[in-house]
């Protein structure tokens, strides 16, 4: 049931039986306060409520039915109450709202809330950059491997915008079946910022996100001393696209035989997407799955890490079934 | 189905998927030898034979069927071969027989079983207190958390004299349902020991019982750092009324953010006792918590550790159902 986009099944096989720490990288860009960008109301507060709900079962931040949580959210919460994660983890990489947690670790790094990228995101990317950096130099995983989710409303726009102002021409690959006239505008006002002589972190820091530009520093700083799983979409994939641009500026390779990325099936079979074409971009290669899951009612979102924790139930004896 | 008492449900979840090691607090009384006080013949035996039971799935020091042990007992021994145990470690706190296991760590404290409350326990509190004091300060747990169960014939009768001893006016939070005239007059026949100029400890080594007096040291030697969760009734409750004294008499606090208390539905429901409100007596707070099993035959007995076993196995991902 677990699927190979790149790569083979080896390096998923030998993480089988082993407890998982789930790191949640969790940021606010203002991108979302713009009206027609995101349909939820209090959008801003998804990071936040769906951290909330994953680790304890119940919303704190927020009068809502925990019904109204994605399906992909509910899923991973299923997960770690049938195989749990060794642990979870939350990284604040600049929230409007700070989850109400307090046995759960929430990893500070000073980080405050991007601006939309509209108008430029003002992000100090390389600050950010280093912030990662350090983190994955510095982090003592207590369990086998790292599981890294995240959660960042219009998180979608921004890795596009990224890649775009990166010069890959593949538009095409992150083209959500919801996107619209207003995200449109928004993108090429981003693009419009970005000028021919931008060094790589100048562009980094008008068009992308927090998240996107820590987990970046966070892989080079891990530097594959322990697996870690991408858990997420195309968002999620663009981070290779980052790093790839970063070795290439460091005049660097980066071993990558711990480095791999899971995702859903609806995320593969998307039309509008192709996570496959990203992941191949770069100059490295990773092992890259996904789960195909005959749940019914199959998750029309991939929010934060379903297809990952699926993966996780499934290499932890579960029938998926019993998710359902 | 893990519901609370006292707190919320987030120091649990916190738990989540990660192992503990389960202590075991043995020791005897004579209290116990009484006749009319414990039904069971060879009752003194209990701790020794529910501990190699536990460990084993067999009991060594006596011929007896398996089917004779508690309910309880049963059902623990079933969470630890279905969802185990990061270890089981035994303290001797007085037993008169020590449990027949050799590959089990037996912590051995020099401890011997105490006299019958009716005529005096005397036990040197002090001395007991001090060697609890010292095992929480230098014990390394292997595992990430702690459950601390007991066993301890005539337990009830000693955690209800402490408690009258220690002026706390609550009878009827211990008055179990199956107290008797005998157990009337021994609890009036420890608490005339008493004297108004008695001091703390005095007090404790005349009604109280080796477990109680070890734990209360053993609590605050942790000194919260790392999660333990008391299992049991009333009895493992009253330890709380002890250190609440202690602190009074030491004029300090404690911090308590990872100490919590769980137990069973049929505990939570007796009509006969009110575990809550021996929960709530103390100046601090702890997390408390029980288990809304709805396994048939419900569990009538709480002799040892079955709530907070109940709950180590839905942490770990078990169906109770399963447990059945």
């Given at each position: 049931?677990i699927?190979?986009i ?8 030998s ?7 789930l790191?949640?990288a ?8 713009i009206?027609?960008?995101?349909s939820?109301?209090?959008?801003q507060?998804?990071?936040?409520i769906?951290s ?10 927020l009068n ?5 949580l ?8 299923k997960?770690?109450t ?19 947690l307090?046995?759960?670790?929430l ?11 509209a108008?430029g ?17 510095t ?16 998180g979608?726009?921004?890795?596009m ?21 207003v ?20 562009i980094l ?5 927090n ?20 858990a997420?979409?195309t ?7 980052i790093?790839?641009r ?9 071993e ?5 990325l899971?995702t859903?099936?609806c995320?593969?079979?998307d ?10 971009t770069p100059?490295f290669?990773?092992n890259?799955?996904?789960v ?9 979102q991939?929010?934060?890490v ?12 579960l ?6």
């Amino acid at each position: 049931m677990i699927q190979t986009i790149t790569g083979d099944t080896e390096f998923i096989e030998s993480l089988r039986g082993k407890k998982a720490t789930l790191l949640l990288a969790l940021s606010n860009t203002k991108t979302a306060n713009i009206q027609g960008i995101e349909s939820v109301s209090q959008n801003q507060l998804i990071p936040t409520i769906t951290s909330e709900f994953i680790c304890t079962g119940q919303i704190k931040s927020l009068n809502i039915n925990p019904q109204k949580l994605s399906k992909a959210t509910h899923i991973t919460r299923k997960v770690h109450t049938k195989t749990p994660f060794g642990r979870i983890e939350l990284l604040d990489l600049g929230l409007e709202t700070k989850p109400k947690l307090n046995y759960f670790t929430l990893h500070n790094f000073d980080i405050t809330m991007s601006q939309s990228i509209a108008k430029g995101a003002d992000i100090d990317a390389q600050v950010i950059f280093e912030k990662g950096i350090n983190f994955g130099q510095t982090y003592q995983c207590k369990d086998e491997y790292i599981i890294l989710g995240e959660s960042i409303p219009s998180g979608t726009l921004t890795a596009m915008a990224t890649s775009l102002a990166l010069r890959y021409k593949n538009k095409e690959a992150f083209q959500s079946s919801s996107s619209n006239a207003v995200e449109e505008s928004v993108l090429k006002l981003a693009l419009s910022h970005i000028n021919d002589k931008d060094e790589l972190f100048t562009i980094l820091g008008k068009v992308s996100d927090n998240t996107l530009i820590f987990n970046a520093g966070f892989i080079l700083g891990l530097n594959n001393s322990i697996p870690i799983i991408l858990a997420g979409d195309t968002h999620m994939a663009s981070l290779l696209l980052i790093i790839n641009r970063i070795l290439k500026l460091m005049g660097g390779m980066m071993e990558t035989s711990n480095l791999a990325l899971c995702t859903s099936k609806c995320v593969v079979e998307d039309n509008h997407s192709d996570i496959k074409s990203i992941i191949q971009t770069p100059l490295f290669t990773i092992n890259s799955y996904y789960v195909d899951s005959s749940l019914k009612d199959s998750i029309s979102q991939e929010t934060t890490v379903s297809g990952a924790a699926m993966m996780y139930s499934i290499l932890n004896g579960l029938d998926l079934k019993n998710l359902s």
